[in-house]
């Protein structure tokens, strides 16, 4: 790689999205124009045992909006994008990203990015841990919620108040909140007495990212024990801490303990800004993360990899 192309690597990273980020129909033209992006379909199909695929392009919202199915749909389709990407440049990307970092679920697409996971062991976990993740929601039921307009410290007493707990903090003034049910409905009465700009309950089947998924966490580090780990070739971002994860033993913690902990985005993002990225391709379904960071990095370029246009557009 030459001087120029290493410089301009400094300045690049991949996000991946997480769950919500699903549509129907998303991934079809990826697997009708890229032989690569087919190839990670019907991988996908095989290692399952169904076809996943069709559930993408054809099915109903409401089964791909089941935690079970969203979690792999969405990791297969953000893969295809990148092996899309990928062979529209010739296997030769002029930016080799300086980071890669996805939003809880988009971790494990940004450790497959990153060469510290097959892509089989990452589809089979998150098969897996949206399996638990959904169970853990009914045995404990709970919900999530958005809180905008209201700054860190006013969400942390409005949490104390209420029993309900952080679980993604996205942008200063966009942090969602998990719990019971009961909290919840106190919490979002409350956010607007604080004066919250707005305050949207969430479609999820959970209390996400919250001591409510404690219940998933044995099973989880079953299936984490059953994968095998490498050293990431491209440094990952820590969800839970938002700095890069160090080695194999550190990403196996990351994934255990991220299923309860809050997601960091906001400060992973600073953190990647803060180490010379100005550009940021976000790769999946989906344009969620852009507008965040657009919020949280002014200034910073950004891009959605998602569909062949998207891919055609930005090789040119």
């Known amino acids: 790689m030459s001087s120029a192309a290493t410089q301009e690597s400094t300045k690049v990273a991949y ?17 009708e124009e890229s032989p690569t992006a087919r190839q990670v379909f019907d991988q996908a199909d095989e290692i ?15 089964e791909l909006r089941e935690t079970v199915n969203a979690q792999p749909a969405i990791l297969t389709t953000s893969m295809a994008a990148l ?3 990928a062979e529209a440049r010739g296997y030769e990307s002029p930016e080799t990203p300086r980071f890669v970092a996805g939003h809880s679920l988009g971790e494990y697409t940004a450790l497959v990015a990153a060469g510290s996971l097959t892509f089989e062991d990452a589809l089979r ?8 993740m959904h169970e853990a929601g009914q045995v404990r039921e709970g919900g999530m919620a958005a809180i905008l307009g209201l700054d860190l410290a006013l969400v942390e007493q409005l949490c104390q108040q209420t029993g309900a707990e952080i679980a993604n903090i996205n942008t200063d003034g966009q942090i969602v909140i998990s719990g019971a049910k009961q909290a919840l409905v106190e919490a979002l009465d409350l956010s607007k007495a604080m004066g919250a700009r707005r305050a949207v309950p969430l479609v999820v089947s959970g209390a996400f990212h919250s001591s409510l998924m404690a219940p998933a966490v044995p099973g989880l580090v079953r299936a984490l024990g059953r994968a095998q780990f ?21 990403i196996h913690q990351e994934l255990q303990a991220q299923i309860c902990r809050c997601v960091q985005w906001s400060k992973s993002i600073q953190y990647m800004t803060d180490n010379g990225v100005q550009t940021f391709l976000e790769i999946g379904p989906g344009n969620v993360l852009t507008g965040l960071v657009k919020r949280i990095a002014k200034g910073a370029q950004t891009f959605n990899i998602g569909s062949m246009a998207s891919v055609r557009g930005a090789n040119n």
Request: proline residues 8%.
């Open 48 to 62: 399952l045992g169904f076809p996943l695929t069709k559930l993408c392009f054809s099915g109903s919202e409401e």
């Open 230 to 250: 490498a050293s990431p070739a491209i440094p990952v971002i820590s969800n839970g801490t938002g700095e890069p994860l160090a080695d194999q033993a550190a």
């Open 125 to 132: 976990l998150v098969r897996e841990r949206g399996r638990l």
């Open 15 to 31: 996000i991946f999205p997480g769950q919500g980020s699903q549509t129907v129909g998303m991934g079809r033209d990826l697997y």
């Open 83 to 85: 092996a899309a990407m």
